[in-house]
């Protein structure tokens, strides 16, 4: 089964976040425009086995999200059969268990 990607909004404004992000960093929206398309791709890899993302574990527990890495970022989604839906797009370096949770490990 090949799975459709879906984005939240909150993911779709995370992305436009990554773009200015990388806009401002390089100066290029031809960078920048790139660095997304490049990162959308990442993610759409997961349409045939959405499994092989990283589970995302909080307190020890299962979560049922997966992630997944791209270059300074990582990509949050889970498995609703027949799509894939992206629910976040955060700094890898950030706090994004209480980002996602709410609440601090």
């Known amino acids: 089964m090949q799975y459709r990607i879906r984005y939240t909004p909150g ?13 401002e960093a390089s100066g290029s929206t031809e960078i920048a425009d790139r660095y997304v398309d490049d990162f959308a791709d990442k993610i759409a890899e997961k349409k045939k086995y959405p499994e092989t993302g990283s589970p995302l574990y909080y307190r020890g527990l299962v979560t049922g999200f997966y992630s997944l890495n791209f270059k300074a970022y990582k990509a949050f989604y889970r498995i609703k059969e027949p799509y894939i839906e992206v629910i976040r797009i955060l700094l890898a370096k950030s706090d ?10």
């Not at 993911?11 to 806009?23: I, N, R, T």
């Not at 994004?96 to 490990?105: Q, V």
């Open 11 to 23: 993911a779709q404004k995370d992305m436009e976040q990554v773009w200015y992000g990388v806009l």
């Open 96 to 105: 994004y268990m209480k980002t996602i949770f709410g609440e601090e490990d």
